[in-house]
């Protein structure tokens, strides 16, 4: 053995061996960003399933001794003009919107992802037929054609929900369509056509598990539309029927008063867009994170 070969080894010895991973170590936390957003939904989701359990809540009780009071203790985010609790109002708004955006997703998720697959896998002739009803459906404007049904049908969460998911079918077709057409070339599905696995098993087994996450990571976008549709809707008075609380129906109620007493509108306004903020960057995290590098 040469001197060489001989210092090799001892130099070899010598460095220091990198730290094993402690088998318990705690994972990295998530980003300071994703936390407080996923705080503030969590907040706002179990604001709306729990406080509506306690007793003495009533968002169409109106304290007439104080109208239009500002907020401080008894009523956290104040009174409106017929002295009802915002705070409860509000609650009971994220309620109806939650419920609205539930119903959408459900809808255009399941429309959309059934349209999506049938397109992406079988193309030709039902793809073209697909592309040409959601192309015809996305050039009805959304809000005149669900004031319209609205008017004719009456107010309701279900009438609501149903219509705006309607809308968001094209969407979601369009994502899961555009995804199917990828997987449909990658190896493992051509590996499963040339051995005869039947398609609607290759769509179950191979397709669908790689875009269910894509179809529910665009779900936030669905919800977010679905969020500020409703509102929108109620701010016009097309939504629900007062003194049925829902954040567009409070900013409504509050725009006679602005001048005097601003948090009528502003406690609902601020809630419906840190909710739709932090739904928004929630959604584009997963997307980048989704995403190939």
């Given at each position: ?6 210092v ?24 300071p ?11 706002v ?73 049938a ?39 279900p ?97 006679t ?37």
């Amino acid at each position: 053995m040469t001197t060489a070969e001989t210092v090799q080894p001892a130099a070899a010895a010598a460095e220091p061996a990198e730290p094993a991973a402690a088998p318990g170590r705690a994972r990295r936390l998530p980003p300071p960003g994703v936390l407080a957003a996923t705080a503030w939904l969590a907040v706002v989701a179990l604001c709306a399933l729990l406080l509506p359990l306690l007793p003495g809540f009533d968002p169409l009780h109106g304290d007439f001794a104080h109208p239009s009071a500002p907020p401080g203790p008894g009523h956290w985010l104040g009174t409106d003009a017929s002295g009802r609790d915002l705070l409860q109002r509000t609650v009971a708004g994220a309620r109806a919107s939650f419920a609205v955006a539930a119903l959408t997703v459900c809808v255009g998720l399941l429309g959309g992802g059934a349209l999506g697959l049938a397109a992406g896998w079988f193309r030709g002739p039902v793809d073209k037929v697909i592309g040409f009803a959601t192309d015809l459906l996305m050039s009805v404007p959304t809000l005149i054609l669900v004031m319209i049904v609205v008017s004719l049908r009456g107010p309701g969460l279900p009438v609501i929900g149903g219509l705006i998911g309607l809308f968001t079918v094209p969407s979601f077709t369009r994502v899961v369509r555009a995804v199917v057409l990828s997987l449909s070339e990658r190896g493992f599905v051509q590996a499963a056509r040339m051995i005869g696995t039947a398609p609607l098993r290759i769509l179950r087994r191979e397709v669908v598990p790689h875009v269910a996450p894509i179809a529910l990571t665009f779900a936030f976008t669905a919800t977010t539309v679905a969020i500020v549709a409703e509102g929108s809707l109620s701010f016009l008075g097309f939504g629900l029927r007062p003194p049925e609380p829902s954040w567009g129906g409070i900013i409504a109620e509050g725009r006679t008063t602005l001048g005097s007493a601003p948090w009528i509108s502003l406690a609902p306004a601020a809630v419906l867009c840190l909710t739709v903020l932090a739904l928004n960057y929630l959604g584009e995290r997963l997307r980048s994170k989704g995403s190939p590098a």
